[in-house]
Nanobody, 120 residues
Framework: QVQLVESGGGLVQDGGSLRLSCAAS????????MTWYRQAPGKEREYVAT??????TYADSVKGRFTISRDDAKNTVYLQMNSLKPEDTAVYYC???????????????WGQGTQVTVSS
């Protein structure tokens, strides 16, 4: 069993910064792709950013403002969010693809979400 625990959300003013963390724990051999998604009220969950195999990708809406990084020794992914806008307000979720063993299939896990609110 694997758990993902997010932290770092909160209330910030327009133009401010926050850093989110998501730590994976449990029966882990290796964490592969780690991804951040977000869901605003009344909207569908949307992709934010991924780190996988040394590469990173971003949604156009956050490029140049958000930075995803990871610490593999801690099985943790971060999302540094700068120049925040009111439209970034959402619940942010992390997703991780986790292997239990060297030849095992990766399985998807989700965190419980952390609220980010940007006031204008």
């Amino acid at each position: 069993q694997v758990q993902l625990v997010e932290s770092g959300g909160g209330l910030v003013q327009d133009g401010g910064s926050l850093r989110l963390s998501c730590a994976a724990s449990g029966s882990i051999f290796r964490v592969n792709a780690m991804t951040w998604y977000r869901q605003a009220p009344g909207k569908e969950r949307e992709y934010v950013a991924t780190t996988s195999g040394g590469s990173t990708t971003y949604a156009d809406s956050v490029k140049g403002r958000f930075t995803i990084s990871r610490d593999d020794a801690k099985n943790t992914v971060y999302l540094q969010m700068n120049s925040l806008k009111p439209e970034d307000t959402a619940v942010y979720y992390c997703n991780a693809v986790v292997q239990y063993s060297l030849y095992g299939v990766g399985r998807n896990y989700w965190g419980q979400g952390t609220q980010v609110t940007v006031s204008s």
